[in-house]
Nanobody, 125 residues
Framework: QMQLAESGGGLVQPGGSLRLSCAAS??????????MGWFRQGPGEEREFVAG????????YYADSVKGRFTISRDHIKKMVYLQIGSLKPEDTAVYYC????????????????WGQGTQVTVSS
């Protein structure tokens, strides 16, 4: 069973940045067969897609609201996925989740079958 664990969240001022990390563990055949994504869920909000990446390829894709501000990347050797979040706004405040899918390129929550526990990002002065 694939396991995902996020870290790197915290309190940051508007305009600041953070680097979120997602550590993957479990069978290598499962880990490297999956595309990876980041979602977020603000208080009282629906969980929404943020960014995605093909683990064994070069394709990345983003929600329009974060294009140019967030960058998703990965390290194959360390089995890590990262989300660099910058130019942060109060509306970026949310719990950020790492997730895995076999539907490469999907932005739909229902296509992601493995989830981490989430890491809180709070953007406030």
């Amino acid at each position: 069973q694939m396991q995902l664990a996020e870290s790197g969240g915290g309190l940051v001022q508007p305009g600041g940045s953070l680097r979120l990390s997602c550590a993957a563990s479990g069978p290598a055949s499962t880990i490297f067969d999956m595309g990876m994504g980041w979602f977020r869920q603000g208080p009282g909000e629906e969980r929404e897609f943020v960014a995605g990446i093909n683990w064994i390829g070069s394709a990345t894709y983003y929600a329009d609201s974060v294009k140019g501000r967030f960058t998703i990347s990965r390290d194959h050797i360390k089995k890590m996925v990262y989300l660099q979040i910058g130019s942060l706004k109060p509306e970026d405040t949310a719990v950020y989740y790492c997730a895995a899918t076999r539907s490469i390129g999907s932005r739909n929550r229902s296509d992601y079958i493995n989830w981490g526990q989430g890491t809180q990002v709070t953007v406030s002065s």
